[in-house]
């Protein structure tokens, strides 16, 4: 599955945290889809010819992110993108729509509904950073040294970005898949913007909302890539466990990014919960 007819990112709208590039598709009721790191909306596009059937389906690329503004100034850390998604659904009218979150996408979600009063109707957290800690060993070295990062020749940085999007999958996705995930940080704002989303990543902004989830106001579904080289789904299961009102189901032979390498298997566990 690789229609990319329906994806586009044709309105730029002006936030707090500078522009952002945005995309809608389709008739029904409202659903908005929050990609991760190191991704980008793109990561959906398998998902939203299918979903854009029976939804008005919204997406964005974050700041920092993807075709929206990057800036070395620029502060992209979970706390912001909590506060500009609730910017996106004021900017869509949207009130109470369905939410599917994925990777860093959880967190900001999360902290938009917990923090910022956003109410959803339906919510599914997919491979979520949600829970403390999260962060690997090369994460955390990243952090601690990105100026030398940011001076990498751009061959090097390329071998970077494709060994780091490589180490999210356990199944194959394609070349061409794989290119596009890398593009936005191959070019020279990307390559800065890349190593500072390591620099700005704290726990802190997990750690600040862990206690409210048994306050989320929503059904919530969790789905998890049973073979996640990232988050474990040791991580899924206690955040089930620390969500009372959700529900937990595993994917077999998936990875970190479920939604490009079991695309059907991934509609069939929306359709069913949307």
Same mark, same amino acid.
């Given at each position: 599955?690789?229609? +990319?007819?329906?994806? *586009? @990112? ?8 500078? #522009?952002? $590039?945005?995309?809608? !598709? ?82 900001? +979600?999360?902290?938009? *509904? @917990? ?8 919510? #599914?957290? $997919?491979?979520?950073? !949600? ?144």
């Amino acid at each position: 599955m690789n229609d +990319t007819t329906n994806w *586009h @990112l044709s309105e730029e709208i002006r936030t707090s945290a500078g #522009v952002v $590039m945005a995309g809608r !598709a389709g008739e029904g009721p409202s659903l908005v889809l929050a990609h991760g790191w190191p991704w980008s909306s793109w990561s959906w596009h398998r998902l939203i010819p299918e979903l854009s059937r029976k939804f008005r389906v919204h997406w964005y690329d974050m700041p920092g992110y993807g075709r929206s503004a990057k800036s070395p100034e620029q502060r992209t850390s979970l706390d912001i993108q909590g506060k500009i998604f609730a910017e996106m659904l004021d900017h869509w009218q949207l009130e109470r729509p369905s939410v599917v979150a994925h990777d860093f996408g959880g967190a900001t +979600t999360l902290r938009a *509904h @917990l923090l910022h009063g956003c109410d959803f109707g339906k919510y #599914v957290l $997919m491979n979520v950073v !949600a829970l403390s800690p999260w962060g690997s060993e090369f994460f955390d070295h990243v952090g601690r040294h990105v100026e030398a990062f940011v001076g990498l020749p751009p061959h090097i940085h390329r071998a970077v970005v494709d060994a780091y999007i490589g180490g999210a999958l356990v199944n194959e996705i394609g070349a061409e898949a794989r290119a596009a995930l890398a593009g936005p940080w191959l070019t020279e704002e990307g390559h800065g913007s890349f190593y500072r989303q390591f620099a700005q990543a704290d726990e802190a902004y997990t750690n600040e909302i862990e206690p409210l989830y048994g306050d989320i106001r929503c059904p919530v579904k969790i789905l998890w890539g049973e073979d996640d080289p990232w988050i474990p789904i040791d991580r899924g299961r206690a955040l089930h466990e620390a969500i009372p009102q959700s529900t937990f189901e595993a994917l077999p032979n998936a990875g970190h990014l479920p939604q490009l390498e079991v695309p059907d298997l991934v509609l069939a566990k929306l359709g069913t919960f949307l």
